[in-house]
Antibody, heavy 118, light 112 residues
């Protein structure tokens, strides 16, 4: 069974940093592209970042470019999102999501809540 | 980047059919596949349609997807509505010129 489990969310002050993790199991993690998608409270879904299966190709949404860094450790079956210079508008549930190959998302984690507030 | 525009909400009675639209602002809707996700309150999104009109295993055939180049839009149709279909629905596509994954704003479906 495919499982994606996010962790690392919490309350952080504006300007602070946080590192999210996503532990994958039930599939060959190193064969799949991965993404982070977020959802602000009561709002819609927003794509955040993409990483290829090897980690060699990375993309970011304009809203997080220069502040967030996506990475992965295929030996540990884990995906990460380092978030720096956090702003109130980064407050959201962050989901990791698997890409099966056609630019869609076939499995999502349960999400981890990041709250940026003083 | 292009935008995907959905109606904010739709409502229909159990047993009826509802269609949710998703209009692409620029570029052809047929340029990249459209997906549809269902999100029930407090849950993560799940795929109900991928690659314009494909249903993942386990999704009932009451759910169908299509694209219309004349209106530059995609549609999700749910027939034989059940109360369990009440959820938010999001369309999604991909902007290959950037690259960028684009979501519609979401449509709240009420079955009453």
């Amino acid at each position: 069974e495919v499982q994606l489990v996010e962790s690392g969310g919490g309350l952080v002050q504006p300007g602070g940093s946080l590192r999210l993790s996503c532990a994958a199991s039930g599939f060959t993690f190193s064969s799949y592209e991965m993404n982070w998608v977020r959802q602000a409270p009561g709002k819609g879904l927003e794509w955040v970042s993409y990483i290829s299966s090897s980690g060699s190709t990375i993309y970011y949404a304009d809203s997080v470019k220069g502040r967030f860094t996506i990475s992965r450790d295929n030996a540990k079956n884990s995906l990460y999102l380092q978030m720096n210079s956090l702003r109130a508008e980064d407050t959201a549930v962050y989901y990791c999501a698997r890409v099966p190959g056609s630019y869609d998302f076939d499995y999502w984690g349960q999400g981890t809540l990041v709250t940026v507030s003083s | 980047n292009f935008m995907l525009t959905q109606p904010h909400s739709v409502s229909e009675s159990p047993g009826k059919t509802v269609t949710i639209s998703c209009t692409r602002s620029s570029g052809s809707i047929a340029s990249n596949y459209v997906q549809w996700y269902q999100q029930r309150p407090g849950s993560s999104p799940t795929t109900v349609i991928y690659e314009d009109n494909q249903r993942p295993s386990g999704v009932p055939d009451r759910f169908s997807g299509s694209i219309d180049s004349s209106s530059n839009s995609a549609s999700l149709t749910i027939s034989g509505l059940k109360t369990e279909d009440e959820a938010d629905y999001y369309c999604q596509s991909y902007d290959s010129s950037n690259p960028y994954w684009v979501f519609g704003g979401g449509t709240k479906l009420t079955v009453l």
